[in-house]
């Protein structure tokens, strides 16, 4: 019974966490009135391993764990999507990164471009982008056990990741979602994902009832 109750406690909590640290724009809704189709794009990354490595291996691992926080974001959204739980549309990340490398943007100049540039690229009505600050390979799965005493003493923080979603028209930040990680955050980047973006679900901005909701408000 106690281990219940200490497993309520941790859920409400980390839940009230997430919704202090979701931002939305008071502009919103007249920013994505007619918004169709959303792009992902790889998150930029910084890491900071205790390994010893080159920089030129250090910037592909950083390059191989944006492109995987990309491919788990749009499996979250599809997975949803086929419930139709959201208002726009995904673009295929496969196209998005085609289109990309087809006009000369990479992982390692992207980060050059405006919102209104990428989103007139790929034919978007917005961008979901982000960054990943880690201290351990995420996509290589976060370390197994769980300790109490790292948890509150803040051992068991492994970095940072930020989602964000901009206006394609205006390039104006619409929704931002900032998260630590830790042991309890998933035990790889698909886990994580799925996780922090379920906590976010009921603030989540094209979530359709949300929309639907804040409309009936309005009237």
Do not use: C
Not at 40 to 48: A, E, G, N, S
Not at 179 to 203: E, P, Q, V
């Amino acid at each position: 019974m106690r281990n219940v109750l200490f497993g309520i406690l941790i859920f409400a909590s980390t839940f009230l966490y997430a919704q202090k640290n979701i931002y939305e724009s008071d502009k919103f809704d007249a920013l994505s009135d007619g918004h169709q189709v959303l792009a992902i794009v790889p998150f930029i990354t910084k890491l900071d391993l205790k390994e010893e490595i080159s920089r030129d291996e250090l910037k592909k691992l950083e390059e191989k764990e944006g492109y995987a926080v990309q491919n788990a974001l749009e499996t979250y959204f599809s997975q949803r999507k086929k419930k139709k739980k959201f208002s726009v549309e995904f673009q295929n990340i496969k196209n998005t990164n085609a289109l990309l490398s087809q006009n000369g943007i990479s992982y390692t100049n992207i980060d050059v471009y405006t919102t209104k540039q990428l989103s007139e690229l790929l034919g978007v009505d917005g961008i979901i982008s982000g960054s990943l600050d880690l201290n351990i390979l995420l996509s290589k799965g976060i370390p197994e056990g769980f300790s109490l005493i790292d948890y509150f003493l803040g051992d068991a923080d492994y970095g940072r990741i930020g989602v964000k979603i901009s206006d394609g028209r205006t390039g104006k930040l619409l929704w931002k979602y900032e998260k630590k990680i830790n042991k309890k955050s998933g035990k790889n980047t698909n886990d994580l994902i799925d996780r922090m973006m379920k906590l976010a679900a009921r603030k989540f901005p094209y979530d359709r009832e949300k929309r639907r909701d804040r409309k009936k408000g309005k009237n």
